[in-house]
């Protein structure tokens, strides 16, 4: 499980319920959602999705969002996303559930209605020059840690324009693109 989940095991302090937490659930557990994921008969079932001509970018549009195993609610939650903005790439689509990927490769479905066209990224690197243009050269404004998501503004060839929030503050610039997740290797726009 490597997607952003509400802290689920009992005793580790309420101060982790309400931050946002990195997935990395104890083996126990990680096994014991594993084998209940599934059961034997909804195993045998063949769903078919449909794969989608080209996958795009979409976010979570809510502060909590269920990924689900498999498409629909009677399918075991995977993990819990619990920040509004996270980037997801849509795979596939079954009736009103799609297919996604998160920066960490973790896959399932999650609801259309969860999803935003709004676009955002999350640096995927341990870390990431903010600059005040797309040049490395450039005055750097902060380095960004790994899993900090940005609102996207624009895409070019090496280079992406966003915006950050911290402190109240919304800040403008630049990252690469090879730091992030969120964008299209080949995107410009």
Same mark, same amino acid.
């Given at each position: 499980? #490597?997607?952003? /989940?509400?802290n689920l095991l @009992? !005793?580790?302090g309420s101060s982790l319920e309400s931050s946002l937490v990195r997935g990395f /659930? @104890? #083996?126990l557990l990680a096994t014991a959602l594993a084998f209940s994921s599934v059961t034997a008969v909804a195993a045998k079932q063949h769903i078919k999705s449909n794969s989608l001509a080209q996958c795009y970018f979409a976010s979570v549009k809510v502060n909590e969002a269920n990924l689900h195993n498999g498409p629909g609610k009677q399918y075991k939650i995977r993990c819990k996303y619990i920040k509004k903005g996270v980037p997801l790439l849509v795979t596939a689509q079954y009736e009103h559930w799609r297919k996604v990927k998160d920066?960490? !490769?973790t896959e399932g479905w999650i609801h259309k209605n969860l999803l935003s066209n709004i676009r955002y990224i999350v640096v995927s690197s341990e870390v990431a020059g903010f600059y005040e243009s797309p040049d490395t050269a450039a005055r750097r404004i902060a380095v960004i840690k790994q899993n900090v998501v940005a609102r996207l503004l624009s895409v070019n060839k090496d280079w992406c324009s966003i915006n950050l929030k911290h402190n109240g503050r919304t800040y403008t610039g630049w990252i690469e693109k090879k730091k992030i997740f969120g964008v299209g290797k080949n995107e410009s726009w």
């Open positions: 499980m #490597s997607c952003f /989940v509400r @009992p !005793g580790l /659930v @104890p #083996s920066a960490d !490769g």
